[in-house]
């Protein structure tokens, strides 16, 4: 890795790449969905280490960029574009399968190891149709619900944190404690639950 490494992803994608992150000491940022948001940090990034001489100092936000993916499986290595790269992306994928075959390996060998090393990290994602001017009133009634009583528990797994990225408000259910979101202000609400689980809610416009 190169100095001071940093890869950014979404806060609806998978938990996994805060491990395989951490393993590396490679810095890892949240972003809110949209590629847009991941292609602004990079541009942060390039300005930091502007304005810092062209030195990489991640306490001053001047980062080398490594990688980027959003849920949806939309992926940018490098900082020749600011939004998502299936070339790249299969260009990737063809250097590891010829990298692993040349240790006998699969891809699929190769994503048991990972599994086996920072865990199984299962992601299910649910889409609930509201349409016309009635479906979009039934998405804000139900935020609306679901901020003012928000479940105590998901599948027998109780609630340890809500995060509500409208009202930018983070409450660790256990202590009380509230904290401020600095991501901007997006509707999205978020379910931290026992065993490093966690369920998201955002309504949609498209």
Partial sequence: MPKNPVAVKTIVTTKIASAIAEN???????????FKFIGEQIKLFEEAKANNGGKLDGSKGAYEYEFGYEESYGCLAGTHARDKDAVVASM????????????????????????????????????????????????????????????????GKKTVRFSDYGARESLDVVTGEKTAITLPQSEV??????????????????
Avoid: W
Avoid at 25 to 31: A, R, S, W, Y
């Fill in 189 to 206: 609400l978020v379910f931290d639950l026992e065993d490093n689980a966690s369920v998201i809610v955002r309504p949609s416009g498209t």
């Fill in 24 to 34: 590396y000491n490679v810095q890892l940022i949240d972003v809110l969905t949209g």
């Fill in 92 to 155: 990737l994928i063809c250097e590891m399968a010829s990298f692993y075959h040349l240790q006998g390996k699969s891809l699929l060998d190769v994503l048991s190891e990972l599994y086996d090393e920072f865990g199984v990290y299962e992601h299910q994602m649910l889409n609930v149709m509201f349409e016309g001017e009635k479906g979009m009133y039934a998405m804000r009634d139900l935020m609306a619900k679901l901020r003012a009583d928000f479940p105590k528990q998901f599948g």
